[in-house]
């Protein structure tokens, strides 16, 4: 089964910088301190390189997903806890039968291991600096499907990635868990945008495919390569997602490492967890 190959395939280990230093840009408020452009690059990494990759989107059928200001402030108070809204780790799984009950939406994290799936969240939950998600430079870190719980509004699964060092049971968790989880609003799928779809990625997007579920792309590590490599990878993925049929048209960069696209991502969560209601501008 493609998930099985996914498992036995070897993969490579990224040796990055610490993360140490991103926490100044952890709020939107903070964020729009900075000059306008440098701001637009943190909130629209895809917008502000999608004029460089020729017919990149259907504009015919879809619109790209560029929520107003106050629609990611919004968003933001979400991330942001509270006495009345806690957001902390929940439990972790290995099986199914362990999982959690499924009485609020959820959204996963999946990829190859190291591709960046521990960071994104880690980053996602930056004001809530109490809530501990590991991360490490060794591929295979992430053992359990570790879920956390946004207050009352939604659920964020962080997986083991697959490839190099992923764990055995790794079908029987992951692949179990994409199929049957009725409350999965949608997975986010990570690639490493420093190296482009890999063979692994690839086999990936054919198991969404399968499942039929809605699936997000998400770039991940975009501070770590030139810009025309980073280019060049998103033609190679527009490539790819025009093939596919549940793989929403725009992909999501970001890095956990400078914040950019962070904040658009904590609202397109919050958004199809059906968490905020978007204004009239913005709708996908
Ligand atoms: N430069 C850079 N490095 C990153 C970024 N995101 C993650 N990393 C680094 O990539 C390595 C792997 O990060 P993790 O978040 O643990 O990756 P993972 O996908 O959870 O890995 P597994 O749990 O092993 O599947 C760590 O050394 C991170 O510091 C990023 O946006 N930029
Ligand atoms: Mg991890």
Same mark, same amino acid.
């Given at each position: 089964?493609?998930?099985?190959?996914?498992?036995?395939?070897?993969?490579?280990? /990224?040796?990055? &910088?610490?993360?140490?230093g991103?926490?100044?840009?952890?709020?939107?408020?903070q964020?729009?301190?900075?000059p306008?452009?440098?701001?637009?690059?943190? #909130?629209?990494?895809?917008?502000?390189?999608?004029p460089h #990759?020729?017919?990149?989107?259907?504009?015919?059928?879809?619109?790209?997903f560029?929520?107003?200001?106050?629609?990611?402030?919004?968003?933001?108070?979400?991330?942001?806890?509270?006495?009345?809204?806690?957001?902390?780790?929940?439990?972790?799984a290995?099986?199914?039968?362990?999982?959690p009950?499924?009485?609020?939406?959820?959204?996963?994290?999946?990829g190859?291991?190291?591709v960046?799936?521990?960071?994104?969240?880690?980053?996602?939950?930056?004001?809530?600096?109490?809530?501990?998600?590991?991360?490490?430079?060794?591929?295979?870190h992430?053992?359990?499907?570790?879920? /956390?719980?946004v207050?009352?509004?939604?659920t964020?699964?962080?997986?083991?990635?697959?490839?190099?060092?992923?764990?055995?049971?790794?079908v029987?968790?992951?692949?179990?868990?994409?199929?049957?989880r009725?409350? #999965?609003?949608?997975?986010?799928l990570?690639?490493?945008?420093?190296?482009?779809?890999?063979?692994?990625?690839?086999?990936?997007?054919?198991?969404c495919?399968?499942?039929?579920?809605?699936?997000?792309?998400?770039v991940?590590?975009?501070?770590?390569?030139?810009?025309?490599? #980073?280019?060049?990878?998103?033609?190679q993925?527009?490539? &790819?997602i025009?093939?596919t049929?549940?793989?929403?048209?725009?992909?999501?960069?970001?890095?956990?490492?400078? /914040?950019?696209?962070i904040?658009?991502?904590?609202?397109?969560?919050?958004?199809v967890?059906?968490?905020?209601?978007?204004?009239?501008?913005?709708?996908?």
């Amino acid at each position: 089964m493609f998930c099985r190959r996914l498992w036995l395939k070897p993969g490579t280990g /990224f040796w990055t &910088a610490s993360q140490q230093g991103a926490h100044n840009l952890a709020s939107f408020h903070q964020a729009s301190l900075l000059p306008q452009r440098k701001l637009r690059g943190l #909130l629209f990494p895809f917008s502000e390189l999608e004029p460089h #990759l020729a017919c990149s989107v259907d504009r015919g059928h879809f619109q790209l997903f560029q929520p107003s200001v106050e629609d990611i402030t919004k968003a933001e108070k979400l991330f942001s806890p509270s006495s009345s809204h806690k957001i902390d780790y929940h439990t972790s799984a290995v099986r199914m039968e362990h999982a959690p009950s499924q009485n609020q939406p959820e959204v996963c994290f999946i990829g190859r291991s190291n591709v960046g799936k521990s960071s994104l969240i880690r980053a996602l939950f930056s004001l809530a600096p109490d809530v501990e998600i590991r991360v490490s430079k060794t591929p295979g870190h992430t053992k359990k499907m570790n879920f /956390f719980k946004v207050g009352k509004a939604f659920t964020m699964v962080d997986m083991p990635g697959y490839g190099y060092r992923a764990p055995k049971d790794f079908v029987e968790m992951v692949e179990h868990y994409l199929g049957s989880r009725k409350n #999965l609003v949608r997975t986010f799928l990570l690639v490493d945008g420093s190296v482009g779809l890999q063979e692994a990625d690839m086999i990936a997007l054919e198991m969404c495919e399968e499942f039929s579920r809605p699936y997000v792309i998400v770039v991940t590590k975009i501070d770590k390569c030139r810009q025309g490599v #980073l280019l060049t990878n998103l033609l190679q993925l527009q490539d &790819a997602i025009t093939q596919t049929v549940r793989c929403f048209p725009q992909p999501f960069l970001v890095s956990s490492l400078h /914040f950019s696209g962070i904040y658009l991502l904590r609202c397109f969560i919050a958004h199809v967890t059906g968490s905020i209601q978007l204004g009239d501008t913005c709708r996908s």
